[in-house]
């Protein structure tokens, strides 16, 4: 036999006992986007390299030695996409969306990072994204945060996951406590590990939120960068707070909170959850003012998330709020012989016509009673229609219940999609 050619490494199959989950998970956040009245934006999975350094940072870890780059045939260097708030400026701005305009966009699909796999840590992911543009005031940073809480509550899980919110103010004010921080860290040099001081030197917020402890420590009693914040950013972090207490969010100031990419100002926020081990982060997400006019727009106010829809799902399914719910069909159609396929087929089509929602399979591939039954249990099947030579002579078709012990009954064609309902239905 020939060698099998497995899946790359990081990159999962959504297998049909899987998909039914991702479905309903789906299906949930199309209903909540539509309920705020936000609207769905598609980019392509791959765009220039350049969009990615220039948006995400040349100095963090996705852009440094996560994304999937490479040249295409013409020489131009491309990358798959690692997250989609890049895009979606980039779109906004190519097709006019941002300019003079308020726009609430969602979106959904692969993102791709080159990081060790592990559980809640793919380089295939998926994330499901809001990006807000034109809107300034933190009315709309509360309304990203209460779209996201109203998923948790829709699922069941409000109580698994906890917001931590930070304000990082202004470029300048950031600036100048850069400084701050760099003059405090520095005193410290002896107690911070090797990749803290390299951030030190390129990227000093990014220490706030290292994983060593020792480093932690340092940190702990570092200059906050609350205390530095432009009156502006106080106040409009001030409001936020507000507008989260009135609608009865609770969360945490987490004054480390910095996030992994560059592009953020003001507001800042992740929903962590301690049910997923080491990947807790389910959804984060900020305020992003400077990008549109980084990325060549004119400057427009940003606020979004996005969430990560593997950790979603393996959280729902750590907390048992979803079923696999993998059943292929509820009426299984068979065919006793070769001259009553058309009929059956004609059964089924018209069924289909009648009831689109009903998922109506026909058996193929012939075989004798016994196993056409088997293959209706296999399908999930509530009902089985047993179509032979005698019911298609009196355009009659015999309806056997499989999951319960109710009668074999023998009706007319014309009489299904009323004999179904009730069966179904009980
Ligand atoms: P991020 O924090 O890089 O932000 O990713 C957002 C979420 O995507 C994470 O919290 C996590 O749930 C999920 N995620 C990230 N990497 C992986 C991975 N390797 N495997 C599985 N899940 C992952 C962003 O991407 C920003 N674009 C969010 C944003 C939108 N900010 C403003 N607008």
Known sequence: MAKTIQAIRGMNDCLPTESGKWQQVEATI????A???????????VESTDLFKRSIGEVTDIVEKEMYTFEDRNGDSLTLRPEGTASAVRAGNEHGLIYNQQQRLWYMGPMFRHERPQKGRYRQFHQFGVETYGLESADIDAEVILLSARLWKLFGIEDAVSLQINSLGSNEARQAYKQTLIDYLSAHKSQLDEDSLRRLESNPLRVLDSKNPQVQEVVANAPSLLDHLDEESEAHFKKLCELLDAAGIRY?????????????????????????GAQGTVCAGGRYDGLVEQLGGKAAPAVGFALGLERLVLLLETLDKIEAN????????????DDTLAYA????????????AWRVMLHCGGGNFKKQLKRADKAG??????????EMAAGQVSVKPLRNNGEQITVAATELPQVLTGMLAG
């Open 30 to 33: 199309r209903q909540v986007v």
């Open 35 to 45: 309920s705020y009245g936000y609207q769905e934006i598609r980019t392509p999975i």
């Open 252 to 276: 945490e100031v987490n004054p480390k909170l910095v996030r992994g990419l560059d592009y953020y100002n003001r507001t800042v926020f992740e929903w962590v959850t301690d049910s997923l």
């Open 326 to 337: 993998d059943a292929a069909a509820e009426i299984y159609v068979t065919a006793m012989g």
């Open 345 to 356: 087929s004609q059964v089924a089509e018209t069924l289909r016509d009648q009831k689109p």
């Open 381 to 390: 099947a509530v009902v089985a229609l047993l179509i032979g030579s005698d």
